[in-house]
């Protein structure tokens, strides 16, 4: 078995060397695990007896007050959705920068060697064997123009020639030329080419991508407006349930010294402790609610678990209020059809594809490119002195000196001009793809049109429909206050009424627990009342639940146990 492992050991190292990018991200997961887990179980030990753990847990590093203002900042400041979408734009500006080094100029440069030995073929080969030395050193740049499609270039061009031809009149001979051409499509590429196409479309996704932000934005406020509101409640449920807890827990002394006194039976001593029991289970109950209200704020407001905020435990210093203002619908509906998130959005896609179509529609034109072109050259160099013309021609052993700068003497004096221009055509026979593709996008652009006109059409109606729930919500509000005082004033009258005897120790427990309940629908309706209004305002901007992660949610727990509502219509998102 041993002989085995050599052989294994290669196989086991690779396999490690794979997995350690996924090894990594597990050993960061577990470790937050580690965490949370050590925090609760240390907080849970040192909860005393009688004392849910829930609450000890939400007590480690003291208390924090927090106003709704407050915790809105935070988030705006701190929230990864909203910092991971900050991002978008900023990507989107490194491709816009890199499209637009398309018409940054392009230098060139060529340096060669050549050295080439070539038979005499004739007796004007300037000898038997012939050998050539050639030093090229060239340089150009290219420019390409942001309008019109057009481009230029500029060549500078230069040759070293040494040789044993004895027939040169230059040894060695400089060669040397100035080219500038200029190539400007008329037709197609003239008005929008391939990347005037790629930048535009990319101009519009970094604005699609701002308007991702500002969805992100607006959904993440109304998520932490919600999920303050929503641990408000929790924390006045708390104090409703620990309320009725003491009126239980009062009713049970009641009894018990009627008891003593031989004017109550011990059996409604019994009865009065089960519901105190009962009563006891529901504050727990809330105190849970209350602890899950906290980390759905929490993660809205904290950059992580390092966070301070993270171990602090959180007191609302907002309460929510019946006042309610006046909700100017048709305003609304026109601010929302203007600046709505969605609606940017699908303009902006919308624009992206007439930017093709009017691409599309350029590639059905003919190609009709003029190219003009400028040039001058030269010559220099160590100039050998004949007799006689022709193959009879010899050489006398002067030389007429002159070098490379003789070469450009000539270009600058533009002694050997060379002009050029040329009209080039073509079109495809029959047809080409961008026909097609220019009747699909126009397809495309209608069916674009008619989905923006729809989606008007829900906004509008969302509109509407966020401000009906707040008017429904203001209503629950006021039928939910008027019940919790009949309640209170139905509770006064049990008790009065079991003080002399009319009454039975069941009414005064069933009027304690009703009126609980009451308090409960009240809190929950107010709360539902603020939920409505930040769905409203919200509507006006993005759309429901756009961008980030819809953690504002309603945690439809109501602490009196018997009457539970939920959100009744008024946690619209």
């Excluded at 050590?38 to 907080?43: L, P, S, V, Y």
């Excluded at 509770?491 to 609980?516: I, P």
Aim: proline fraction near 4%; aromatic fraction near 6%; charged fraction near 20%.
């Amino acid at each position: 078995m041993s002989s085995r492992v050599p052989f294994l050991a290669p196989l086991a190292l690779s396999a490690m060397a794979i997995a350690s990018p996924a090894s990594a991200q597990d050993a960061r997961h577990d470790a937050l695990v580690r965490e949370a887990v050590a925090r609760f179980e240390a907080e849970s030990a040192k909860a005393p007896a009688g004392e849910p753990a829930v609450t000890r847990a939400l007590q480690v590093t003291g208390v924090r007050e927090l106003g709704l203002t407050d915790a809105v900042e935070l988030a705006l400041k701190q929230n990864l959705d909203i910092a991971v979408e900050r991002l978008t734009p900023q990507a989107a500006d490194f491709q816009i920068a890199g499209l637009r080094n398309f018409y940054r100029p392009l230098a060139s440069s060529n340096l060669g060697q050549r050295h080439q030995v070539n038979p005499a073929t004739n007796t004007l080969a300037g000898g038997n064997r012939v050998v050539n030395d050639t030093t090229t050193y060239n340089f150009g740049v290219t420019q390409e123009m942001p309008w019109g499609g057009g481009n230029v270039n500029l060549a500078f061009g230069n040759t070293r020639q040494a040789t044993s031809n004895n027939l040169a009149n230059y040894n060695p001979a400089f060669n040397s030329s100035l080219n500038a051409t200029f190539t400007q499509p008329l037709l197609r590429d003239f008005t929008i080419d391939t990347n005037r196409q790629q930048l535009a479309i990319a101009q519009i996704t970094r604005d699609i991508g701002q308007e991702t932000l500002r969805a992100t934005i607006a959904q993440t406020v109304a998520n932490v407006r919600n999920a303050y509101w929503e641990l408000a409640f929790a924390r006045a449920a708390v104090d409703v349930a620990q309320r009725s807890l003491d009126l239980a827990q009062k009713l049970v002394e009641d009894n018990q010294a009627r008891v003593e006194v031989g004017t109550l039976a011990p059996i409604d001593v019994v009865q009065a402790e089960a519901e105190a029991a009962n009563r006891r289970q529901t504050v727990a109950q809330a105190e849970a609610t209350l602890a899950t209200a906290q980390l759905a704020l929490k993660r809205l407001i904290v950059t992580g678990t390092s966070d301070p905020l993270w171990e602090q435990e959180l007191r609302t210093t907002d309460s929510p209020q019946l006042e309610v203002p006046a909700l100017d619908v048709g305003a609304a509906v026109r601010t929302a059809l203007e600046k709505r998130t969605d609606l940017a959005t699908a303009r902006k896609n919308l624009d992206s594809n007439d930017v093709t179509l009017r691409f599309w529609r350029n590639q059905t034109r003919p190609a009709l490119d003029l190219q003009v072109n400028y040039g001058a050259t030269g010559l220099g160099g160590q100039q050998l002195e004949r007799e006689g013309t022709g193959p009879t021609a010899r050489l006398t052993g002067n030389t007429i000196p002159g070098g490379y700068f003789d070469a450009l003497r000539l270009i600058r004096g533009v002694d050997f001009p060379t002009w050029n221009a040329a009209l080039t055509v073509s079109y495809p026979l029959g047809g080409n793809n961008a026909n097609g593709q220019y009747a699909r996008n126009r397809v495309l652009r209608t069916q674009q049109t008619t989905r923006l006109r729809a989606l008007e059409l829900q906004v509008a109606t969302e509109v509407t429909n966020a401000a009906l729930q707040v008017q429904a919500n203001v209503r629950r509000v006021e039928a939910a206050r008027a019940a919790r005082a009949f309640a209170e004033r139905r509770l006064e009258a049990e008790q009065s009424k079991f003080e002399v005897g009319l009454s039975t120790n069941f009414f005064v427990v069933q009027a304690q627990r009703d009126l609980s309940d009451a308090q409960n629908v009240e809190l929950r309706a107010l709360t539902d009342l603020q939920r409505a209004l930040v769905a409203f305002e919200r509507a006006q901007e993005a759309p429901a639940g756009a961008g980030g992660t819809n953690l504002g949610t309603n945690t439809g727990t109501n602490a009196g146990g018997n009457n539970a509502t939920g959100n009744q219509g008024g946690g619209t998102q």
